[in-house]
């Protein structure tokens, strides 16, 4: 019997079905998201934050109808590098659009672990460098079992998640009785600064959107994605919106902004005045759902760091696949210990607006390029299946001029402060 090695022609296996594909979405934004930044978009925003998230989230819906349309013509791994070649014809732009899309992923999840200690302290009273060490070699460890049990257990967690979030609508939805006579307040900004606050807002809340672009790297691993991944991509967006409007809605008008602000633990503040059960609950919840986060963002670095070395004639070790668990074994090690490394070394705040700033110059190119294979009647792009995602009219190139604007915006935020 010979001895199984890890070999390049080891194949990546198709297990991921629709559920799972929405649960490994939902999981990243969700994670990423309200459990940790509802406070921070609140300290930008104020009272208009709920209105900052839906800027965000219609920025992030028409991204993800171009992701969605990309995912079908090219079902491969590293699909946005994919896409950037047959957009613009050229190689380092290429190559350079998959690096930054793994450091994407690397200072996402380097968020997501800072966020985690978070919450993590309020539990359990230990050192936070020992925190984060541990929950990167448990997650590292699951990421590399398997992409079918890596999910299941994603999936899991994600309706914990979502519980959680339920759980402080339930507690806390009383003070949605203010909305009619506070909605001017939430939804109308009242000046040119406020509506400053709301686009700083809107720019920190969409990294919280951050997730759905993560799903086209797994789709060598997904069952007939030419259906799954369009259908994933639109539930995963709606009902993240939803939730996230909600949960900013009740928390606006439940805490002071301040408190809000200021709280590293943001839903268990929330709930402390209510339930000290609850808030507990919550709290453990949320650490649940942060590292969630963490092990998806594992996931989806180590595959374009796959994806991006067997197509760019990288290093062998990388594109290796193990027989056994049929995983990417030294990628994925690779990016959970780049992770540790920004975790240790950068504050929450600065990660999230320094990923938000990455993924919004790749959501502008991702958008061009669907935009430039319009014109150019590039093969397939006007096929039936395609053209069942959108009918829009020059959708992507909008879709690109927003996120250009709220990338010029913020930068004439940093020089003009």
Not at 106 to 128: D, K, M, Q
Not at 194 to 222: C, H, P, R, W
Not at 402 to 411: A, I, K, R, W
Request: hydrophobic fraction near 60%; glycine fraction near 6%.
């Amino acid at each position: 019997m010979t001895k199984p090695t890890s070999t390049n022609a080891e194949p990546l296996a198709r297990r991921i079905n629709l559920p799972l594909l929405i649960f490994y979405g939902l999981g990243t934004i969700l994670g990423a998201g309200i459990y940790v930044l509802v406070g921070k978009v609140a300290g930008s925003a104020g009272l208009l934050a709920p209105l900052a998230f839906i800027v965000a989230g219609v920025i992030a819906w028409l991204t993800a109808m171009s992701y969605s349309k990309l995912a079908v013509l090219f079902p491969q791994s590293a699909g946005e590098a994919i896409y950037i070649e047959n957009g613009f014809h050229q190689q380092w732009l290429t190559l350079a659009v998959g690096l930054l899309i793994i450091l994407t992923g690397i200072v996402s999840a380097a968020t997501l672990t800072r966020g985690f200690v978070g919450y993590f302290v309020l539990l359990v009273p230990i050192n936070e460098t020992l925190a984060m060490v541990a929950a990167l070699i448990l997650l590292t460890a699951l990421a590399v079992w398997g992409i079918a049990e890596s999910l299941a257990m994603a999936a899991l967690v994600t309706m914990i998640e979502i519980a959680g979030l339920l759980l402080v609508l339930f507690f806390c939805g009383d003070s949605l009785q203010q909305l009619p006579e506070q909605a001017s307040k939430l939804f109308i900004p009242g000046s040119a600064t406020e509506l400053a606050g709301v686009f700083a807002g809107a720019f920190l809340a969409f990294y919280a959107f951050i997730g759905f672009e993560d799903m086209v790297n797994v789709v060598e691993e997904v069952k007939q994605p030419e259906v799954t991944m369009p259908k994933a991509i639109f539930w995963v967006v709606v009902l993240s919106t939803s939730l996230y409007v909600l949960i900013a809605l009740v928390a606006t008008l439940s805490l002071p902004l301040d408190k809000l602000a200021q709280s590293e633990a943001p839903l268990a503040e929330l709930l402390s005045s209510k339930s000290a059960m609850a808030a507990k609950v919550v709290a453990v919840i949320s650490v649940l759902a942060i590292i969630n986060g963490v092990l998806i963002q594992i996931i989806m670095a180590s595959r374009v760091c796959y994806g991006m070395s067997k197509r760019y004639g990288g290093p062998a070790y990388l594109h290796s696949v193990s027989p056994f668990t049929h995983t990417p074994i030294v990628a994925t090690l690779l990016m959970a210990a780049l992770i540790l490394v920004a975790a240790l070394l950068f504050p929450l705040t600065a990660l999230a607006k320094f990923t938000s700033f990455i993924i919004l110059i790749i959501f502008s190119l991702i958008n061009l390029a669907l935009w430039k294979m319009h014109k150019n009647n590039y093969p397939n792009a006007h096929s039936q299946t395609v053209q069942q995602i959108s009918q829009l009219p020059g959708y992507p190139l909008l879709a690109a001029l927003l996120c250009l604007g709220l990338l010029v915006f913020q930068m004439s935020s940093f020089l003009n402060p």
